[in-house]
């Protein structure tokens, strides 16, 4: 049988890490190696991250309606518990949204969840 080199399948690989590498500073841009890792390394932090931003999104909306239910002498906890109570089904990203774009809509959503408590 004869040998196989896998030279075309080689310099394709290579091709595309060192295409991904581009814009790396030094030698991860140039050298094999070194962009091979950088580029292994910054697909393992997109991976995590993406997962990460949706938790990064929560957070940032739950202080947001936090701070909105606050100005209606609420906690977050009790506003969401009233909303809850009330049978008023709106998620997290809304209520965020509606917070910072329509106050006078989450004033509302707060009388509401403040009859339901």
Same mark, same amino acid.
């Given at each position: ?5 896998? #030279?075309?399948?080689?310099?394709? !690989?290579?091709?595309? *890490? ?7 500073? $030094?030698?991860?841009?140039?050298? =094999?190696?070194?962009?091979? @890792?950088?580029? @292994?390394?910054?697909? !393992? ?5 993406? &997962? !990460?931003?949706?938790?990064? /999104? &929560? !957070?940032? =909306?739950?202080? &947001? ?11 977050? #906890?009790? /506003?969401?518990? $009233?909303?809850? &109570?009330?049978?008023?089904?709106? #998620? ?13 809509? /989450?004033?509302?959503?707060?009388? *509401? ?5």
């Amino acid at each position: 049988m004869p040998r196989v080199k896998s #030279n075309v399948a080689r310099l394709k !690989r290579k091709g595309k *890490v060192m295409k991904l590498a581009k814009g790396y500073y $030094g030698g991860r841009s140039k050298l =094999w190696k070194a962009a091979k @890792e950088s580029v @292994e390394r910054a697909a !393992r932090y997109a991976y995590r991250d993406r &997962r !990460r931003k949706k938790g990064e /999104f &929560r !957070r940032l =909306w739950i202080t &947001r309606i936090n701070a909105a239910a606050r100005l209606h002498e609420l906690s977050y #906890n009790r /506003f969401m518990s $009233g909303l809850k &109570r009330a049978g008023v089904d709106i #998620n997290r990203k809304v209520l965020a949204d509606l917070a910072v774009r329509d106050p006078a809509a /989450f004033e509302q959503l707060a009388e *509401v969840a403040k009859k339901a408590l």
